[in-house]
Each structure stands twice: as structure tokens, then as C-alpha cells.
């Protein structure tokens, strides 16, 4: 169970827009719809994003939104706020009944 | 108000056992599948465990099989993780979650805030 692949690290200006992206195979990514995105803030929870590779849940602002090609997904935040600074993490449900994470992107805010 | 809160965190010497409990609020517990997540001091997300609604499916991390033990009494809301044979590398923040699916694992909407569990010696 390798944990899916996201850069380190993505900033941009209030206003921009931004793009992470998770790298998997096709055991994970590749293979299921069920991939999401969770926000973490220092000290708390993680929070759902997107699920089901471009689905918001209700509640999650409209400048959240997902895609996926082949075995990479893509998280991207437009119109970047402030508040949008913090850790965000892809997951797939994988085969042999197993989940996985991504290793993980903290977004800057410049 | 829909919640989960973990308990049973604590300090514990490398090779012993730790039992974690999740009591779940505001919902049907017995209608979703549960999970056991963990993040590592400064580190990411890893996934722990899974069980459906009647356990009658459920997973573990290569890390932790063999070793962590995830079940669930549904009469009670609640959820448990046996942890035994503990390592310095198994400490973590430790948080109980919500499924949307029942007989699957979907996504994670309902997060409890962790319990926190330190190998030492």
C-alpha cells in the first residue's frame, strides 16, 4: 500500500487559481471512482472536499472542484482565499478492500 | 449534531497493548461503514482500518495487520481498535471516522477530533 503521490508543496496570490495533483496506479486511482479530497487546518480534523473524484458535498464552496485522467487526479481551488491555507489530501479506495492516502500538499497563500 | 469521539489515548511502553473506543452520535451507527485513520507528529494522513456496517468486510494497513484488530457494537454507537504489540513508529493522533456507505467504503464525511497515542519507554 504505497500512499498516493501530491507535491509537497503549491502557493499562489489571493484570487489565483491552483492545481494538486495525486499520482496512483490503476489499483487505486485509476481504478475506482472513489476518490476524494480532505482540507486539514493545523490542530484539526481533516474535512471532505470532493468525493467521488468531482462531487462537493454540500457546504464546500464551488471553487472546490475535482477531475481525474488515467491514474491522476486533480484537486483544483479558484478565486485562492486566505482561509484556503492548510494540508490537503487525495484518497482512494484500492483493491484487496484496502484505502490509501496521498502523502500529503500544503497549500500556501501568498 | 452528528458526532464521534474517540478515548483511550495515552503513553504506553513499546511491545504493549492499547485498546481505542469510538462512540458515535447523531446518526445510525449500524447504517455505515467506520474507520480508524492515524497521522504521525508532523506527518500525513494514513489509513488504519476499515469495517462495514456488520464488520462483515474489513481491512487493514500492511503497517498494523496482524497487530491492530478494528470491531464494532452497533448496540452501543460504538467502534474499537485492539492495538497490540506496540511500536515507537505507531505513534500518532488516532481518529475514528464516518462512511457514507454502508457495505463499502466511499468517503469519509464525519470525523471525530482524535485521541492521541504515544510508544515510549
Known amino acids: 500500500q504505497s500512499a498516493l503521490t501530491q507535491p509537497a508543496s503549491v502557493s499562489g496570490s489571493p484570487g489565483q487559481s491552483i492545481t494538486i495533483s495525486c499520482t496512483g496506479t490503476?489499483?487505486?486511482?485509476?481504478?475506482?471512482?472513489?476518490v476524494s479530497w480532505y482540507q486539514q487546518h493545523p490542530g484539526k480534523a481533516p474535512q471532505v472536499m470532493i468525493y467521488?473524484?468531482?462531487r462537493r458535498p454540500s457546504g464546500v464552496s464551488n471553487r472546490f472542484s475535482g477531475s481525474k485522467s488515467g491514474n491522476t487526479a486533480s484537486l483544483t481551488i479558484s478565486g485562492l482565499q486566505a482561509e484556503d491555507e492548510a494540508d490537503y489530501y487525495c484518497s482512494s479506495y484500492t483493491t484487496r478492500n484496502t484505502y490509501v492516502f496521498g502523502t500529503g500538499t500544503k497549500v500556501t497563500v501568498l | 449534531e452528528v458526532q464521534l469521539v474517540e478515548s483511550g489515548g495515552g503513553l504506553v511502553q513499546p511491545g504493549r497493548s492499547l485498546r481505542l473506543s469510538c462512540v458515535a452520535s447523531?446518526?445510525?451507527?449500524?447504517?455505515?461503514?467506520v474507520h480508524w485513520v492515524r497521522q504521525a507528529p508532523g506527518k500525513g494522513l494514513e489509513w488504519v482500518s476499515s469495517a462495514t456496517w456488520n464488520s462483515g468486510t474489513i481491512g487493514y494497513a500492511d503497517s498494523v495487520k496482524g497487530r491492530f484488530t478494528i470491531s464494532r457494537d452497533n448496540a452501543r454507537n460504538s467502534l474499537y481498535l485492539q492495538m497490540n504489540s506496540l511500536r515507537a513508529e505507531d505513534t500518532a493522533v488516532y481518529y475514528c471516522?464516518?462512511?457514507?456507505?454502508?457495505?463499502?467504503?466511499?468517503?469519509?464525511?464525519?470525523w471525530g477530533k482524535g485521541t492521541t497515542v504515544t510508544v515510549s519507554s
Open positions: 467521488d473524484v468531482s
Open positions: 471516522s464516518k462512511d457514507t456507505g454502508r457495505s463499502g467504503w466511499w468517503y469519509m464525511d464525519v
Open positions: 490503476t489499483n487505486d486511482v485509476g481504478g475506482y471512482k472513489f
Open positions: 447523531g446518526f445510525t451507527f449500524d447504517n455505515y461503514a
